[in-house]
């Protein structure tokens, strides 16, 4: 062989070689380490993300949030006996141990092309009720890496169920004079120390068109008639519609509730479709 042959094959075998180690390396990598770490720098899109050989895809909490902000129609699944005592916000409770997610798969009321984080505070939970959406038909399933535990401590909030607790104001929410279908109940729950928790179930017309929503509002009526949004409602496989919101403040003079359906997010109320007060 000639001395050019030679540099050429050696040339060649030390390239696959650093390509297979290379490949090797980044597909061991965490998804925390491709996020950037912790503080979320030179992130990558959540887009580019694939589903690892199981089916699902692990997300750190900082893209748990993106996710949650930037998915239409996600589904938050809490998987875990501890939901009560707190949970992510607008999040549906499915706890594996009795069975629930099984039973709700097995009546079909999972959409198969909707879009599922799930988490619990344990990573054999959280593998476990990721597989099982996988295994019956989700094509898009995320599970929060870390669990609850990466969550808090992250800094991002979470709420109780908070129509549970002592203290908390009731508002039961009826059809609008201005037209609307529904009914609900609405809680708010006031605090100096935690300022104010709010929570939303209702029955609305799941009829909505391409683009709209329904959002949720807290009016003041006190002297001009104040309101601000408390977020886009989350329609449950069991058919209702679930809204929880927090602040740190406690908007004492809010007291009416306000749900609308809406054809774009410019934090102005369009349709009213229920309402009532605490």
Request: proline share 3%; aromatic share 10%; charged share 25%.
């Amino acid at each position: 062989m000639k001395k050019d042959q030679l540099v050429l094959v050696i040339f060649i075998l030390v390239a696959l070689v650093l390509a297979v180690v290379g490949y090797y390396w980044y597909s061991n990598k965490t998804v925390k380490e491709i996020n950037g770490g912790v503080d979320g720098e030179d992130t990558v899109d959540i887009r580019d993300l694939r589903p690892s050989e199981k089916g699902y895809t692990d997300v750190s909490p900082e893209q748990s949030v993106e996710i949650i902000e930037d998915t239409d129609n996600l589904l938050i699944v809490d998987v875990s006996p501890h939901y009560d005592d707190g949970h992510l916000l607008n999040s549906v409770n499915y706890y594996l141990g009795d069975e629930a997610l099984d039973q709700a798969l097995s009546e079909g009321k999972f959409d198969e092309d909707r879009t599922y984080l799930v988490y619990c505070h344990v990573d054999s939970a959280s593998v476990a009720g990721a597989e099982k959406l996988v295994n019956a038909g989700m094509k898009n399933v995320y599970r929060l890496d870390g669990n609850y535990s990466a969550w808090l401590e992250a800094g991002y909030p979470i709420i109780e169920s908070i129509y549970k607790e002592s203290g908390v104001d009731t508002a039961n929410l009826s059809a609008s004079a201005r037209g609307g279908e529904g009914r609900g109940v609405a809680y708010v729950l006031r605090s100096e120390e935690d300022g104010l928790k709010h929570m939303v179930k209702a029955e609305l017309p799941n009829d909505l068109q391409a683009g709209e929503f329904y959002e949720g509002w807290l009016v003041s009526e006190s002297g001009s008639v104040d309101f601000f949004s408390t977020g886009k409602m989350t329609l449950l496989p069991e058919g209702d519609w679930l809204l929880e919101y927090i602040s740190e403040k406690k908007y004492n003079e809010f007291n009416y509730v306000v749900i609308t359906k809406e054809k774009t997010d410019d934090g102005e109320p369009e349709t009213h479709v229920i309402e009532g007060r605490f």
